[in-house]
């Protein structure tokens, strides 16, 4: 997962974060979840929407140990472009989500916000890509990625 290893924050404040290790962010107990570029996302034990908060890596955090367990499951959402028919036209996103429903709305997220080749309802229509909704552009694969063996 070389895309969610906050290799950054670790190199830049000399601090041991990635994703999975137990934190105590300004007095709470939580677990690194997300790179931020320079902050990290951490979900605090006591949210019961298990939502993932910006933290500096300095400000009042304490680093522990790698959690046993993560709040959230690892989805890889198999997403399909403007041919989904075509299956060279498809694009793995990797997304920690908590259900399928929120893993297929995170993967729509990071494409828009990304710019992913995939699920753009931006492009022009034309006789060839005729003008589609976003909702239309639908997810065809999702599965929690634990369940592989790579």
């Not at 990290?40 to 949210?47: E, T, Y």
């Not at 499951?73 to 996103?93: E, M, S």
């Not at 699920?119 to 929690?144: E, I, K, N, Q, Y």
Request: charged share 20%.
């Amino acid at each position: 997962m070389t895309n969610f290893n906050c290799a950054y924050v670790r190199d830049h404040y000399g601090v041991p974060a990635e994703i999975g290790r137990r934190v105590i962010a300004n007095g709470e107990p939580g677990v690194i979840m997300a790179d931020r570029g320079h902050y990290i996302g951490v979900i605090l034990d006591s949210d019961p929407k298990k939502r993932i908060r910006n933290y500096h890596p300095t400000w009042e955090m304490q680093y522990g140990e790698m959690a046993e367990k993560l709040p959230l499951k690892r989805y890889q959402v198999l997403v399909a472009g403007w041919g989904w028919w075509d299956i060279t036209n498809r694009t793995i996103v990797d997304v920690f989500a908590s259900t399928p429903a929120q893993a297929k709305y995170k993967a729509y997220e990071r494409c828009e916000y990304h710019d992913i080749e995939c699920m753009s309802a931006s492009r022009s229509a034309g006789p060839d890509h005729p003008a589609l909704p976003a909702s239309a552009l639908a997810v065809t694969f999702l599965v929690p990625a634990d369940q592989f063996n790579y």
